[in-house]
């Protein structure tokens, strides 16, 4: 008793198809303050200005001793200037003694410089000295023995040396962050550097996914005459997650509308900015999924002309607050919901998460083809390519800057439910509409796939 939605049956392309996915984002999600250890791979919301300058004051980049350049003036390797030790400062603290004429200070790497000083001599252009006079140790003596009452300095110092002035790495109050940068590493570093220790940041999507199919088992379970293990449940999970995403499991539903609707129901209350179904959107009898969208929200589109991934169903589910959900079907076959996701939920994802419009595709490359390759008429591929690689790991390029590239798992490993070649796969070549096969050394565009 299935009938087929009442949607606009024409075939969309890809692109298409994401713009009609993109569209009906209105924006990304809400912001939150996130501490630093919660911030990687997220998208800052507003500007973020450092709190300090940094360095906060004048500091030595040198372990040695803290003068007057102009005490140095004419000192050589065999023409040593004596300087008298009056004092030392260590990182950490505050000094409590002036550099005076003639005078030097011991001084750690990352230490305020003491007043009168003007340069810092590194430890390894100065022999201590001790008190009669007579060198107590070899040159450049390990900065942290016992402070000597004076030292000979071997060479004439520059105002400034070794000195790193406050503010030279970055001005208090200047924006360090802007909105839609990703928090990558060195930019959690700088703002942990600058005196933040918060950020606002856009909250991370939170994406249900339902596995369906009544021949679906969780992981363990017995497969008794006809189950097979749920690989899309947990490979999703990890796709969304990949993507910048809080997934959240809705576990294996039955070939039943009501439980399909039921868990989709949850997942809207729940407050989920997404829901990604696998299996069950064809037209067959037991195919549930798009009669649940229908039921929940709506579907805006659902035949788009991709191989692997036909069927794939788009729709939107509204709260009563007016947020909505995103309602993504994809097909059972794991290959064809992996790719389907990199092309339409992905992107989606990244969106809702705040990223940029140039940032939410991934960015192509291009390759050659080792093989031939042949598919469905009218529609574009996505082909699981393993790219050839040197010792170093480095994709190997031809004279024109292409990757070549071969079939993963071989000629046998292109259907759309061989998940042993799609985990060998680190890229998908992509093969346009109008043609139906391409011969071996064809030129193709690459997207490349997360690797680590
Ligand atoms: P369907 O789209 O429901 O017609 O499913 C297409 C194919 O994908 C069938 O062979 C299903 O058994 C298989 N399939 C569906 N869901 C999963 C899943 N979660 N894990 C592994 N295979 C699945
Ligand atoms: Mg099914």
Do not use: C
């Not at 200037?81 to 003639?102: I, M, N, Y």
């Not at 088992?217 to 990890?238: E, K, Q, S, V, Y």
């Not at 940029?356 to 042949?374: H, K, N, Q």
């Not at 800057?401 to 070649?421: E, I, T």
């Amino acid at each position: 008793m299935t009938t087929v939605p009442s949607t606009d049956e024409r075939l969309r392309t890809v692109d298409e198809a994401r713009a009609a996915v993109l569209d009906a984002i209105s924006g990304p999600v809400a912001t939150e303050i996130a501490f630093l250890s919660e911030a990687l791979g997220r998208v800052v919301a507003e500007p973020v200005v450092a709190r300090t300058s940094l360095p906060p004051w004048d500091n030595s980049a040198m372990d040695g001793y803290a003068v007057r350049a102009t005490d140095t003036i004419g000192a050589t390797e065999d023409s040593p200037v004596r300087l008298e030790v009056v004092g030392e400062v260590s990182a950490g603290s505050a000094p409590d003694v002036e550099v005076p004429r003639g005078g030097a200070v011991r001084i750690a790497t990352g230490a305020p410089i003491p007043p009168n000083a003007d340069a810092v001599v590194q430890i390894e252009l100065t022999t201590p000295l001790g008190a009669d006079g007579q060198p107590a140790g070899p040159r450049g003596r390990d900065a942290s023995g016992p402070m000597p009452p004076a030292v000979l300095v071997h060479a004439s110092i520059e105002r400034g040396a070794a000195v790193r002035r406050a503010g030279s790495d970055l001005a208090g109050g200047t924006t360090i962050l802007q909105p839609g940068q990703t928090l990558t590493a060195a930019a959690i570093g700088l703002a942990a550097g600058a005196g933040i220790d918060q950020l606002p940041v856009h909250r991370r999507p939170r994406v249900a996914v339902l596995a369906t199919g009544d021949e679906v088992r969780a992981p363990g379970r017995d497969l008794g005459p006809a189950g097979i293990p749920d690989a899309n449940g947990p490979g999703l999970m990890a796709l969304v997650e990949a993507a910048g995403g809080h997934a959240v499991t809705l576990g294996i539903a039955r070939d039943r509308l009501e439980d399909v609707h039921s868990r989709l129901s949850a997942a809207l209350a729940d407050g989920a900015d997404a829901v990604v179904v696998s299996g069950g959107v064809s037209v067959g009898p037991y195919d549930v999924v798009k009669l649940a969208f229908e039921k929940i929200g709506r579907i805006d589109l659902w035949r788009v002309a991709v191989q692997p991934g036909k069927p794939f169903a788009f729709g939107t589910a509204e709260r009563e607050d007016g947020s909505r959900m995103l309602l993504f079907g994809l097909p059972g076959n794991p290959v064809s919901s992996f790719v389907t996701f990199e092309l339409f939920v992905r992107p989606a994802i990244r969106a809702l998460a705040g990223h940029p419009a140039d940032r939410v595709l991934r960015p192509t490359d291009r390759a050659v083809l080792g093989e031939a390759v042949s598919k469905g008429h009218g529609r574009r591929a996505f082909i699981r390519v393993v790219a050839e690689r040197d010792e170093a790991g480095s994709p190997i390029r031809d004279d024109r800057g292409r990757v070549n590239v071969r079939l993963a798992g071989g000629a046998s490993g292109q259907g759309s439910h061989v998940l042993s070649a799609l985990a060998l796969a680190d890229a998908l070549a992509v093969v346009p509409e109008a043609d139906d096969e391409l011969p071996a050394g064809a030129d193709v565009e690459l997207w490349w796939l997360d690797r680590d």
